[in-house]
C-alpha cells in the first residue's frame, strides 16, 4: 500500500502508516546571512555630479553582475556618445594583498588620494594611456576603482590616472573610511 505524507498534516509511526494531525516543531533558524559590503551605487547623485560623472549613466554591477564578491557601481563622464571614459567603483571584503595578484593586475605604486594612502595599478591587458585603477583598503573593506577610457579615444586629453585620483578624491567624503 503506497501512503503518500504531506508534511503539514502527517507523520509516519515505526511500522510506517501514516497518522494525522501530528506536527513537527520547527526551530527558528539562527544562522545570520553573511555581510555584505558597502554598496557604492547609494552614493547620492549630487557628489556623482560634483565629481563630474552624469548621473544617467549609472550601471549597478557588470553587466548588471556583483563579481569576486565586490559590490560594484559605475558612471560615464557624459552621456554617450560624448562619453569620454567609464568610472567603476568596487567594494568588497578583500585586502590590499588582491591587487597583487599578477594575473589581474600590475603597475603597483604608492599614491595619496586627499588624506588617503592608495595603491595604483594598472590592469593587465590594459593599455596604461586609456586606462587606470586605485585601490585603499577601508576597515574591512577594500575600496577599488578604475577609469577605461572608451574606445573610440585613441589619445585622450586627460592622464586617465591622474582623472581618477582627482574623482575619487572628490568622492572622497561619500566613500568608506
Known amino acids: 500500500m503506497a501512503v503518500l505524507l ?6 509516519s509511526t515505526a511500522d510506517g502508516d501514516a497518522v494525522a494531525g501530528a506536527t513537527s516543531s520547527a526551530v527558528p533558524s539562527t544562522t545570520t546571512s553573511a555581510p555584505t559590503p558597502w ?3 547609494t552614493i547620492p547623485d549630487e557628489a556623482i555630479e560634483r565629481a563630474g560623472l552624469n548621473v544617467d549613466t549609472k550601471e549597478s554591477g557588470v553587466f548588471g553582475r556583483d563579481q569576486f564578491g ?9 552621456a554617450p556618445p560624448e562619453s569620454k571614459y567609464y568610472v567603476r567603483i568596487f567594494v568588497g571584503f578583500q585586502t590590499i594583498d588582491w591587487i597583487s595578484d599578477t594575473s589581474r593586475f600590475d603597475g603597483l605604486r604608492p599614491v595619496q588620494l ?5 595603491t595604483q595599478f594598472e590592469q593587465i591587458s590594459a593599455t596604461e594611456s586609456l586606462n587606470c585603477g586605485v585601490a585603499y583598503t577601508a576597515g574591512s573593506e577594500l575600496v577599488m576603482s578604475t577609469i577605461i577610457s572608451d574606445v573610440l579615444v585613441d589619445s585622450p586629453q586627460y592622464d586617465p590616472c591622474t582623472e581618477l585620483n582627482s574623482l575619487i578624491a572628490t568622492l572622497g567624503s561619500e566613500l568608506p573610511s
Open 6 to 11: 504531506i508534511a503539514a498534516g502527517c507523520s
Open 39 to 41: 554598496d557604492p551605487c
Open 70 to 78: 565586490f559590490k560594484i557601481c559605475g558612471w560615464e563622464n557624459q
Open 114 to 118: 586627499g588624506t588617503r594612502d592608495a
